[in-house]
């Protein structure tokens, strides 16, 4: 059983379209997140959801919208795609217990390639 | 703020060969401290942790020490193999947070 799944694994397409990826953890986990991943494997925090709720939004494009239906899923959603928005986009997910952290599970990342 | 600074790579190693791949934080309050490695094509999966000062995380002949007087958190492994290849994140969350910070990366390649 994988524990964080998303889809799809590739995705190419034109500038100007939009396109989703959806994640799902099977982990019971409070808090789900998304990660970019450039070309030079930096990891930058998207977005964080507790339970459904958003608590982080960084700096990004507001054409970019995280939408969490249940606390099992959290999908993207990215208008307008542009050349700049080519990489790898990570979701990952990890248990809310009390002030104790422990680690992060990621899904296999979502190659976008924006042509 | 919150960071994680790592040595830059890329590392190249011999097979057997000793592996130093240094990791130093900064945290506004009290973090947990993480070894994420990442394999061609593969998303991230956890090597080690530590959740308190002077932990010792290990796996898979890998260790890490939670070192809060120098801030630091160096991975190590004693003989690499070609399988090692891989690039290795530092990272850090805080207990009351609600991201986690990762370094920039050491890509290594170990070399028969």
């Known amino acids: 059983d994988t524990a964080v799944s998303q889809t799809p694994k590739y995705l190419v397409t034109q500038m100007g379209n939009d396109k989703s990826i959806k994640c799902e953890q099977n982990l019971g986990h409070d808090t789900m997140y998304w990660y970019k991943q450039d070309s030079k494997k930096f990891l930058k925090i998207m977005f964080s959801y507790n339970n459904k709720e958003l608590i982080i939004n960084e700096t990004v494009p507001n054409r970019f919208s995280p939408k969490s239906p249940d606390k099992a899923h959290l999908n993207l959603h990215i208008n307008s795609l542009e050349l700049g928005d080519s990489a790898v986009y990570f979701c990952a997910s990890s248990p809310r217990t009390g002030g104790a952290y422990t680690e992060a599970f990621f899904g296999q990342g979502t190659r976008l390639t924006v042509v | 703020g919150n960071s994680v600074t790592q040595m830059e790579g890329p590392v190249t190693l011999s097979e057997e060969a000793f592996l130093t791949i240094n990791c130093t934080y900064t945290?506004?309050?009290?973090?947990?401290l993480f070894w994420y490695v990442q394999y061609p094509g593969e998303g991230l999966q956890l090597l080690l942790k530590a959740t308190k000062a002077d932990d010792k995380g290990s796996n898979k002949g890998f260790e890490a020490t939670y070192r809060k007087e120098t801030t630091s958190f160096h991975l190590e492994k004693g003989s690499v193999q070609v399988s090692d290849s891989a690039v290795y994140f530092c990272a850090l969350t805080l207990n009351t947070g609600n991201q986690f910070y990762f370094g920039t990366g050491t890509s290594l390649t170990v070399i028969p």
């Open positions: 945290a506004t309050g009290y973090p947990s």
